[in-house]
């Protein structure tokens, strides 16, 4: 914004011709580690009608929820094998050339991309598309058995690799960062969109006692697809469809629905 602001010059009303609209490209194959909302304001109120910023998602993981306020023009370039790479730079140099508008006071930061080729590179149309899960935690959210207030279980990815002189091996899973109450409104507001990620119970590492009731166990599933707490083994009431369930120990793993959190 510093460069746009200092190097690009406006036209003057009956004067000067300004430069052309400057066309940005943002590349993120992640997600904002810092406070982002000065940079959005300050876009926003000094750039928006100066510049015409394209956002592009490198890989299927990266989050441009946050940057989809900024501009309609926001992609996802899933694939990044060699032959999706060279047409993503073609793409970028054609949109370039099309660029042939200068910069007016008070016009709308219009252009025309160059096609869209989808075998490569998507168009979000949506913020339910813009969203991406962060694959570095999983937020498990439950239900008390006791007092049905929510409760999230949070876990953070770690990598672990074993090594010897005849095998390597590499696995993944999530440890246990801890378990936290929520209240009774946090179901109304929360995203309302639908999430269908799940991920596998054999996956997550640790499990935390209900934060509401002190149940010992806050990592039980009934069929309906709730997580809740239990005292252990034996009778227990879910707390989302209401049934009455026998509970008991197992080793089989199940899919459980990740939160957004």
Not at 232 to 254: H, I, V
């Amino acid at each position: 914004m510093n460069e746009i602001a200092s190097q690009v010059r406006r036209s003057v009303p009956g004067g000067e011709k300004g430069d052309w609209k400057p066309l940005v490209f943002f590349m993120t194959d992640g997600k904002a580690t810092d406070d982002t909302g000065a940079a959005v304001r300050r876009w926003k109120q000094d750039f928006a009608m100066r510049a015409h910023l394209v956002v592009i998602g490198i890989g299927k993981y990266a989050a441009l929820e946050a940057l989809a306020v900024l501009t309609p023009d926001v992609l996802r370039l899933e694939n990044t094998n060699e032959t999706a790479l060279k047409k993503y730079i073609q793409w970028i140099s054609a949109s370039i050339g099309a660029q042939s508008r200068s910069v007016g006071i008070g016009e709308p930061a219009r252009v025309s991309l160059a096609k869209l080729d989808e075998s490569f590179l998507k168009k979000i149309e949506g913020m339910a598309q813009a969203n991406a899960v962060d694959e570095d935690f999983v937020v498990v959210t439950g239900k008390c058995q006791n007092t049905k207030l929510p409760y999230l279980m949070k876990y953070e990815r770690q990598n672990h690799s074993i090594r010897a002189r005849s095998f390597h091996i590499d696995s993944e899973g999530y440890h246990l960062v801890g378990v936290y109450p929520a209240e009774r409104d946090f179901d109304a507001l929360s995203d309302p969109r639908a999430n269908v990620r799940t991920v596998n119970s054999d996956l997550l590492i640790g499990t935390p006692g209900c934060p509401h009731c002190g149940n010992p166990i806050a990592f039980a599933m009934c069929s309906c697809g709730t997580v809740f707490c239990v005292q252990g083994a034996g009778t227990a009431q879910c707390p989302g469809c209401e049934r009455e369930l026998e509970m008991s120990a197992s080793d089989e793993a199940f899919d459980v629905v990740r939160g957004r959190g």
